[in-house]
């Protein structure tokens, strides 16, 4: 009954209304539930995801019924395994106007560490999420969090590094977010610049340096702090062993830094303060191994 709800791809209108029910209608646990276990309708949805498609609301039905399975972490490798997927997910998001609702699904299922794995490596992925956030609305910075997430892997830190333009799109992100943060001391808009450090942090530390291990337990201190009160404090890494490598979790204990110098916080701006002129004081310079593996 599920598919048949979704109609024939063949039938425009038939296929677009369905959809949006089907959307309204996995809000609904019972319905998700059913979704997951009807054969044939996880990957009707996926077709329905085509970067072809002149009906951009059909796309964000479609996407949102995903939204709404991928809210049930049991659900995400089943639907990240569906053939065709992460990549039509990857395309839409390419060429629909708002791609909040794609990164949402892939900021979901990016939680799983083998299917973050496994969007790295879909073209255009990691390019993507990082366009969003020069253009990003959304109160809950799915694209942030996707990214967030997906640095917790070290090579694909490393995929995020090399991609062109990255340190700007994620230092100008975290100054919009310090801003909105400013205007309304939101908790949750807090959170948005707290995930874009932890983002930083697990992108750009520094393996050769033994002594952030040694130094342990202050500087998990230090990383707390910075990550609880300031989004603009920096480290400094310097010297001929300096590196942009990522920490491995075997060198590394979980949650622990690698500082080859003492924590420096950047004051935080002033209320009212012009925020264009903040600045982060050294990008290249935040090393801390995932707290998330």
């Known amino acids: 009954m599920l598919l048949a709800l979704l109609g024939t791809l063949g039938d425009a209108v038939l296929t677009a209304w369905s959809t949006e029910l089907l959307w309204k209608l996995t809000e609904e646990a019972d319905v998700q539930k059913a979704v997951m276990e009807a054969p044939g309708v996880l990957q009707r949805l996926v077709d329905i995801l085509d970067a ?6 059909l796309l964000d039905s479609a996407t949102s019924v995903l939204k709404n399975l991928t809210a049930v972490p049991a ?21 629909v106007w708002a791609p909040q609702v794609q990164a949402s699904v892939l ?9 973050g794995r496994a969007i790295a490596s879909v073209p255009g992925a990691l390019a993507g999420l990082l366009e969003i956030l020069d253009v990003e609305i959304h109160e809950d910075a799915y694209a942030a969090r996707a990214l967030k997430s997906l640095a917790a892997d070290s090579e694909t830190a490393r995929a995020i590094k090399a991609q062109p333009g990255s340190l700007q799109k994620l230092e100008n992100f975290c100054r919009i ?7 309304n001391r939101s908790g949750s808009t807090k959170q948005l610049w707290a995930d874009l450090q932890y983002c930083l942090w697990l992108r750009l530390p520094d393996p050769s340096n033994q002594t952030g291990v040694a130094a342990g337990a202050e500087a998990r ?17 310097s010297g001929a062993n300096a590196s942009n490598e990522p920490c491995s ?25 012009d925020v264009s002129k903040v600045r982060v004081t050294s990008l290249h310079s935040w090393s801390r191994a995932s707290p998330f593996q």
């Open 52 to 57: 072809n498609e002149d009906n951009r609301d």
């Open 75 to 95: 659900n995400r490798k089943t639907i990240a395994a569906v053939p065709g997927c992460l990549e039509r997910l990857v395309s839409v998001m390419e060429v």
């Open 107 to 115: 900021a979901d299922l990016a939680d799983d560490m083998a299917v």
């Open 177 to 183: 977010q310090w801003s909105k943060y400013q205007e």
């Open 221 to 237: 201190k230090s990383t707390s702090r910075l990550a609880a009160e300031a989004p603009f404090g920096a480290t400094t890494v």
């Open 249 to 273: 979790a075997g060198r590394t204990p979980a949650g622990a830094a690698c500082f080859t110098h003492p924590v420096r916080r950047t004051p935080e701006p002033a209320p009212g303060a």
